[in-house]
């Protein structure tokens, strides 16, 4: 379809210059006063006329020039006048204004010179002037019509370059709504199940080493909930690196749920995760008991929540993570209000993302939980007195990663690095807007 689409200009040009052709050619034959001169001119400007489209300026030359010859030699008559017609409005068509004016002010003082000198003594040549002004008229026609065609099709042509920007643009803006959109997911189910996988890791492994301790059998299911957790978090971290595209990246980073540890670098270990000192020095066995109680159905699950989890939740967070033995403390300042939810949920995702890699990788650390309610934004602030030092900065991962694109969608500010007297803190400055 596209080479007929092409051809079909040329096989137009072709009738258009054959047609014009056979018509001056009728009027040479039927001129008494032409000769083979003017039939070869008048075939030579007509053929011209092919090219009227793709070359202009070529078709003006000749077909000026042969028609000059012939309306010079023969006094054809008015219809001389049509091939420089057609050359004119090709060339005022694509832009040549000037060479199309000057081929139609040649062509038609020549005709009326040579028309005027063949007007016989005595006879009124006022018919011949007035002849000579209406095709100028028609010259003038010939060009307005070659004007009005180049703007419209320059018109054309920006509505096309237009509708293949605007589609351009619906592409990108759907492709960018569809990457936002899996950011989302990735952020969403790295901070929600693997937080909650790695509770369960944790707590699996300090019963693993209590047990051992006291020199008890370790029940064979508490090692395969303690290695089945290892291979979703792995599974799931697998998934969330297909939905962020960017595998390759992610396939150097440490397996964790983090990413990037709040109190240190990872310790690299694939087993499972690393155990907490002070966790395993509490004697009372209380994580292996909650861990107990909660595989027996003695203390109630936990609520499914239909609206998504905020700071009203905060208690029951960090009391999640006291759980694993990890000493946490909280303090909130300012006037306690409505958050919008997007400000909610991020400050939330922030605190559970900062905990638990505090929990995994911070051992011994212990844990304070800032939240200050200003008048224009929240504060969050999650600091551990772990082993992490300024001059050895963990890699970051997908953990930090997901916190700081929550904070850089809200506008907000995310600093996240070792302490200078050990440990490391996790601020978050995220504006309330209108809403605060």
Partial sequence: MSSVHAWRPVAMDGALAVVVAVLQSATVLTNPGAGALDLAAVLVASAALVAWRRAPLVPLLVSTLG???????????PQA??????????????????????????????????NLAGVPSGQDPQPIVQQTVLLLGWFLAAGVAGTVTRHRQAYLEQAEQRAAEAE?????????????ERLRIARELHDSLTHSISVIKVQAGVAVHLARKRGDEVPAALLAIQEASGDAMR?????????????????????????VPTGGPDDG????????????????????????????GHEDAEPVRAEPSGLDRLDDLVDRARSTGLPATVTVSGERRRLPAEVDRAAYRIVQEAL?????????AAASVRIDYGGTEL???????????????????????????RVTALGGRLRAEPRAEGGFTVRAELPLGDAS
Wanted: hydrophobic share 40%.
């Fill in 67 to 77: 028609m000059i010859v012939y309306a010079a030699h023969a006094q054809p008559g």
């Fill in 269 to 296: 270990q694939d087993g499972g995760p690393r155990e907490n000192p002070h966790a395993a020095r509490n004697e009372d066995g209380r994580a292996a008991r909650h861990e107990d109680e909660r595989a027996d």
């Fill in 81 to 114: 006048a049509f091939p420089v017609m057609v050359a004119v409005f090709g060339a005022v068509r694509a832009g040549h204004r000037a060479a199309a004016a000057l081929a139609g002010t040649l062509f038609l003082g020549v005709a009326l010179a040579a």
């Fill in 379 to 405: 504060v969050v602030q999650v600091e551990d007195d772990g082993g992490a030092r300024s001059d050895a900065p963990p890699v970051p991962g997908v953990g930090l990663v997901g916190m700081r694109e």
């Fill in 356 to 364: 638990t890699n505090v929990s995994r990788h911070a051992g011994g």
């Fill in 235 to 259: 599974e799931l971290r697998a998934t969330l690196e297909v939905l962020r595209d960017d595998a390759a990246q992610e396939r150097d980073q440490d397996d964790g749920p983090g990413g």
């Fill in 168 to 180: 351009r643009t619906r592409e990108e803006m759907a492709r960018r709504r569809a990457g936002e």
